[in-house]
């Protein structure tokens, strides 16, 4: 190997390094707040439960001496997990870009952000809707015959599930434009699987909700079905480069255009013919008020 090749080699390296140091920076502190912070960020998680966890102000209990450490250490990993993949993800975007072109890069600027923004999107539905509508029926189902005094440990796996895996299910269009772009999968492909995607949605639903419950699982497989159709819109403009995508997207939104301004000039049109009737009826009845008068 020539000198110029290792002193890039060498230099390469000590980015790599770099940037594995940050991200366990970024882990580090994530999780060390997550722990010092646990006590607030308990009570967000147990937030969608509406305090029916258990007759004991409503939180949920432990039954050995090491759960509740454990499920705090846990808790702290998860944070420190969630505080590093965007410091790794934008690590590896920068050790890359070199290697990329202008139209690339651009693509991957804007392509990494709407997957985090899909992410957060499917979190948040499944903390704000999926949640309180789930546990809500699954709480209050034996009431009159028993009372749920539910382990933190089996609720922060049911919460933890369902954000992480709802998060990553609505990513689907973003993916599927994606694999249609770099043509992996065609658009006539994913529009063969159209009609399975109804019973392929209750089984993912049925395998991410833990308690396999029908609220649950509708609640998860109803909002897959739409994302492979948003997906399969995407998939469609995807498919013939940018150019194409284009033109497809220009196209669809002249024809969406067109029709109010269609139906605005049929209104148009029949308000003419009304008010013309109108003018000319006034027209006939005026002499013979005159002569009446």
Request: aromatic share 14%; proline share 6%.
């Given at each position: 190997?020539?000198a110029?090749?290792?002193?890039?080699?060498h230099?390469?390296?000590?980015?790599?390094?770099?940037?594995v140091?940050?991200?366990?920076?970024?882990?580090?502190?994530g999780a060390?707040?997550?722990?010092?912070f646990r006590?607030?960020i308990?009570?967000l998680?147990f937030?969608p439960?509406?305090?029916?966890?258990?007759?004991?102000?409503?939180?949920?209990?432990?039954t050995?001496?090491?759960?509740?450490?454990?499920a705090?250490f846990?808790?702290?990993m998860k944070?420190?997990?969630?505080?590093?993949?965007?410091?790794?993800?934008?690590s590896?975007?920068?050790?890359?870009?070199?290697?990329?072109n202008h139209?690339?890069?651009?693509?991957?600027v804007?392509?990494?952000?709407?997957?985090l923004?899909?992410?957060?999107?499917?979190?948040?539905?499944?903390?704000?809707?999926?949640?309180?509508?789930?546990?809500?029926?699954?709480?209050?189902?034996g009431?009159?015959?028993?009372v749920?005094?539910?382990t933190?440990?089996?609720?922060?796996?049911?919460?933890t599930?369902?954000?992480?895996?709802?998060?990553?299910v609505f990513?689907?269009?973003?993916?599927?434009?994606?694999?249609?772009?770099f043509?992996?999968?065609?658009?006539r492909?994913?529009?063969?699987?159209?009609?399975?995607?109804?019973v392929?949605?209750?089984?993912v639903s049925?395998?991410?909700t833990?308690?396999?419950?029908?609220?649950?699982?509708?609640m998860?497989?109803?909002?897959i079905?739409v994302?492979?159709?948003?997906?399969?819109?995407?998939?469609?403009l995807a498919?013939?480069g940018?150019?194409?995508?284009?033109?497809?997207?220009?196209?669809?939104?002249g024809r969406?255009w067109r029709?109010?301004?269609?139906?605005f000039a049929?209104v148009?049109?029949?308000?003419?013919?009304?008010?013309?009737?109108?003018?000319?009826?006034?027209?006939?009845?005026?002499p013979?008020?005159k002569k009446?008068?």
């Amino acid at each position: 190997m020539s000198a110029p090749n290792r002193g890039a080699a060498h230099r390469f390296g000590r980015k790599v390094k770099f940037r594995v140091l940050w991200t366990f920076v970024a882990f580090g502190i994530g999780a060390a707040s997550t722990w010092h912070f646990r006590q607030t960020i308990f009570g967000l998680l147990f937030a969608p439960a509406g305090g029916s966890l258990s007759p004991y102000g409503g939180l949920p209990i432990y039954t050995s001496p090491t759960e509740m450490f454990g499920a705090t250490f846990s808790l702290a990993m998860k944070g420190g997990f969630a505080a590093a993949f965007p410091v790794l993800v934008v690590s590896v975007y920068q050790l890359a870009s070199p290697l990329l072109n202008h139209q690339q890069r651009r693509f991957a600027v804007i392509f990494l952000p709407s997957m985090l923004v899909c992410y957060l999107g499917g979190a948040a539905f499944a903390y704000f809707v999926m949640l309180p509508t789930g546990l809500r029926f699954l709480l209050h189902f034996g009431e009159g015959i028993a009372v749920p005094v539910i382990t933190i440990t089996e609720y922060m796996k049911l919460v933890t599930a369902l954000v992480f895996w709802v998060g990553v299910v609505f990513e689907l269009p973003p993916a599927m434009f994606l694999l249609a772009k770099f043509r992996i999968v065609s658009f006539r492909r994913f529009r063969k699987f159209q009609k399975y995607v109804p019973v392929a949605a209750f089984i993912v639903s049925a395998i991410i909700t833990p308690t396999f419950d029908m609220v649950n699982s509708t609640m998860v497989a109803v909002p897959i079905i739409v994302l492979f159709e948003v997906g399969l819109a995407l998939a469609w403009l995807a498919e013939g480069g940018p150019r194409t995508c284009a033109r497809k997207a220009g196209a669809t939104v002249g024809r969406i255009w067109r029709r109010p301004v269609r139906a605005f000039a049929r209104v148009r049109a029949w308000l003419g013919k009304v008010y013309r009737k109108v003018i000319a009826v006034v027209l006939r009845v005026a002499p013979f008020r005159k002569k009446g008068g």
